[in-house]
């Protein structure tokens, strides 16, 4: 009968919001906490120039150094939280493309009038795929809250040396471990990012209504990147 409702299309509607309103708490919360995290930092540093700069006997580098530690111990906290949170919204971005990809087969004629991405289309405003170059993961939120942690290492590591090797090999070390500090942190991301690839694609693979048409296999990763073209990977 024509009044009869649709489950199928009611519970897709449903997961739909349910996907949308997560997201976006995981957009708020990762916000947060990186708006929280460079607020901190920045206040940070302008008590540790102002412990430089003032006057009298204070005890300033076993202050610096505690400021310095507690500062770091709030970014390995915040950045592994960060990583969490991207990777669960990374899924949550395919879950969507795979809802909205059964909507659109479920109305051929109004798929064209689609511009966000599906496993059929990327559209204009294709997903970021899983496999990208490690600059965006230096720039992206986690990647900031690392390249700070890995400053306050260095520093640390810079004012420790310079009580027990010349200067110039302080320096040189403290700068060595800037990168490798940074290295790390990067690395971490990219460990995530790639192991939620492989699992995506896993779930992706066994299930053949999502795996077929258009849907593209990434053969380093072994994973699905949903609605990716061959012209838009990287």
Do not use: C, K
């Not at 120039?49 to 202050?63: E, I, K, V």
């Amino acid at each position: 009968m024509a009044d009869e409702p649709d489950v199928p299309l009611t519970i897709a509607l449903a997961e739909y919001e349910h996907l949308r309103e997560a997201s976006r708490a995981i957009h708020d919360q990762t916000t947060a906490r990186f708006t929280f995290f460079l607020a901190v930092a920045s206040a940070s540093a302008a008590a540790a120039a102002g412990l430089l700069t003032a006057g009298g006997a204070l005890p300033r580098l076993p202050l610096l150094g505690g400021l310095g530690g507690l500062v770091l111990l709030l970014g390995i906290a915040v950045f592994a939280r960060q990583v969490q949170l991207n990777d669960r919204g990374r899924r949550y971005a395919v879950a969507t493309t795979a809802l909205r990809t059964y909507l659109a087969r479920r109305a051929p004629d109004l798929a064209p009038y689609l511009l966000m991405p599906t496993l059929d289309d990327p559209g204009p405003f294709a997903p970021e795929p899983f496999r990208r170059h490690w600059f965006s993961d230096l720039v992206g939120q986690a990647g900031t809250v690392g390249l700070i942690n890995s400053v306050l290492v260095a520093v640390g590591a810079g004012f420790a040396g310079a009580a027990l090797v010349p200067p110039v090999a302080a320096v040189s070390g403290a700068v060595a471990l800037f990168a490798a500090s940074a290295a790390a942190h990067v690395s971490v991301v990219r460990r995530r990012v790639a192991r939620s690839a492989r699992h995506t694609g896993a779930v992706l693979g066994h299930r053949p209504e999502l795996a077929t048409r258009h849907a593209m296999v990434d053969p380093d990763l072994d994973v699905v990147d949903a609605g990716l073209s061959p012209a838009r990977r990287p």
